[in-house]
């Protein structure tokens, strides 16, 4: 396990800005990234994170391929599952009530990160939030994300650009699990698990959201965390809302 990064106090953003959106469609959410890593580009010492829960569909990542979706374009139309290609790392994944979503925009020169060492610390904020849950994650050798007892239950997927991340992680908290027998997760022929499924605990989507954020704050070094639950950059169109953050 990674150990939390020491970092030069004078060089850090301290200050981590989260937005807790609930459900959002997929053009707002790019266009609330868009903003945010425009921002955090022009100011190293600024950093974002943005929860919420991405409208049901199937997004596809660099390496990903039409071949791991296995419903045709008549069964994904009948089940409003659009099917978008995005400028991420990974494959396939899909999205469905009961995940969290969590993109940080972070300046990763500020925090003196690669991008490949970044990955990795994502990774590891997903093991401490199995073990979180008393689930026994482990990562996968052919692709990133974790799993736990053979099926991924974390999607990891990131794109940089200009030193500033975007997209990030797919979590699984207790969706309904079936349909994602039809998508190839990461080009994974075995189909995703859940929290709910693996924990011996008792699991809910607002608490999954609260933890993931403080390892996210915890892990990259940020001493304070500023929560909102609207962006000017997002239209006042979402149709649910996260619990206030508790202080």
Not at 2 to 13: G, I, S, V, W
Not at 33 to 44: A, C, M, N, T
Not at 175 to 186: H, S
Not at 188 to 195: A, E, K, N
Request: hydrophobic share 40%; proline share 6%; glycine share 8%.
């Amino acid at each position: 396990m990674h150990e939390r990064l020491q970092q030069d106090d004078t060089a850090l953003p301290r200050t981590l800005a989260a937005y807790l959106l609930g459900a959002i469609d997929f053009d707002e959410l790019s266009a609330l990234q868009r903003r945010l890593r425009y921002d955090v580009s022009g100011d190293r010492d600024t950093a974002a994170v943005i929860f919420c829960e991405m409208e049901p569909g199937i997004t596809v990542g660099r390496e990903g391929s039409a071949a791991h979706i296995r419903p045709n374009a008549e069964s994904l139309a009948a089940r409003r599952w659009p099917v978008r290609w995005v400028g991420r790392g990974g494959g396939a994944v899909l999205h469905q009530v009961g995940q969290v979503v969590c993109f940080p925009v972070l300046p990763l020169d500020a925090l003196n990160l690669s991008p490949a060492r970044y990955l990795s610390e994502l990774q590891a904020v997903c093991l401490d939030l199995c073990r979180e849950y008393g689930i026994a994650g482990a990562l996968d050798a052919e692709r990133p994300g974790v799993r736990a007892n053979g099926r991924q239950i974390a999607h990891i997927g990131v794109a940089v650009r200009d030193w500033v991340s975007s997209y990030g992680i797919v979590l699984n908290v207790n969706p309904d699990l079936g349909p994602f027998r039809d998508v190839k997760c990461d080009g994974d022929p075995v189909p995703m698990t859940s929290l709910q499924r693996e924990s011996p605990l008792r699991v809910r989507v607002s608490g999954v959201r609260q933890k993931l954020l403080e390892l996210i704050a915890a892990r990259f070094g940020f001493a304070r965390v500023s929560v909102f639950h609207h962006h000017p950059a997002a239209l006042p169109r979402t149709t649910r809302h996260a619990l206030p953050h508790a202080s």
